[in-house]
C-alpha cells in the first residue's frame, strides 16, 4: 500500500536523509522522503507499519511534526 507523509520541522536535509535511511531499514517499509516538497512516499507491506514509520521520525527528530498521511491514488486517464 502506498502513503503519502507529509511533515514539518526538520532542520537540513542531512536529517530527511538520515530518517529516510533509517525508515528503509524497516521490514516491509520502503520510503523516499523529500525534504523540500515536506514529504515521505511510502510504499508498505501493510497498514501497522504505518505507527513504526512515525514512531521512527518522532524518535530520531523529536521537534519534527507529522501532519497527515493520506492513501495515494493514481488515477488513470484514458
Do not use: H
Amino acid at each position: 500500500m502506498e502513503k503519502i507523509v507529509k511533515f514539518k520541522g526538520l532542520c537540513c536535509a542531512n536529517c530527511a536523509a538520515k530518517i529516510e535511511r533509517k525508515l528503509n531499514k524497516i521490514k516491509g517499509v520502503e520510503a523516499t522522503m523529500s525534504f523540500v516538497a515536506g514529504k515521505i512516499l511510502l510504499e508498505l507491506d501493510n497498514e501497522d507499519l504505518l505507527e513504526k514509520v512515525i514512531e521512527l521520525c518522532k524518535k530520531e527528530e523529536p521537534e519534527m511534526e507529522i501532519l497527515l498521511w493520506f492513501q495515494k491514488r493514481i488515477r488513470l486517464l484514458s
